[in-house]
């Protein structure tokens, strides 16, 4: 167990309103990759450039949706691990508390927690790429049938232009072509998300940042603008990150390890 430093479970238990930042690191125990740590980081096998961007996606769609449908496997066969199983319990245990996500998994919802906010979208809410026929803007989450991909199928380790090539679904509207239902590098982020992520941020007491490198903008704005505004900021991450310097306390641990002791001081 992690002994708290006594201020951080003091601010969790007088806390009225917590947002929980949560970024890869909250699924990696749950056996799904993240971004950049070394080795078992996704980009470290694939060059993101060559991955998630609109130009990678219209260069060569079925790469694209290919490597979306092996990662909606991968979470599929995951289960939320005991960092989001504590998430989903702050949320009960303490009612203003505002889930802000850059995960696109849906590992917060099969916790429970109630309505997480995806700042980077979902792999289950696909879009239709849109046609005349069907604007863009119109967020159709195609029901797209599920491909039988091998989660574990080696597009993962082997070259991914060998192997897990997939023709993105027509949209069951107008026909177009089913594109992901994430931020793309290069893309604006849902409004509305980002809008709900930053009043949450500015009017809460304490954020929790939790398995999240904060280099990705604006995302990894939250935790400063939480900071701004006179919250406490703690940080879950078993390795330092550029968002140190704007915590009142780093603890070195993994989610699964910390979040569980962290909600138990807010229980008190
Ligand atoms: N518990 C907590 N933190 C962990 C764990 C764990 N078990 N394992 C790894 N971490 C930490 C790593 O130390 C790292 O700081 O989680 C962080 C993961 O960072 P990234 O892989 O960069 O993921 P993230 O910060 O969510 O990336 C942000 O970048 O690629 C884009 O859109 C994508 O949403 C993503 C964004």
Known sequence: RIELPSGVADALAAATRVVVFTGAGMSAESGVPTFRDDLTGLWARFDAEQLATPEAYRADPDLVWGWYEWRRARVRRAAPNAGHLAVAELETLVPGTTVVTQNVDDLHERAGSRAPVHLHGSLFAPRCTGTAAHPADVPDAADVPDADVVPDADVADGDPAAGGRIPPPACTRCGAPVRPGVVWFGEALPRAALTTAIEAATTCDVLLTVGTSGVVYPAAEIPR??????????????????????????????????????????RR
Do not use: E, F, K
């Open 225 to 266: 603008v939480a900071m701004l505004h006179g919250a406490t900021v703690i940080q879950v991450n078993p390795d330092p990150t550029p968002l140190d310097p704007v915590c009142a306390a780093n603890l070195r641990g993994t989610a699964a390890q910390v979040l569980p002791t962290l909600v138990a001081a807010a």
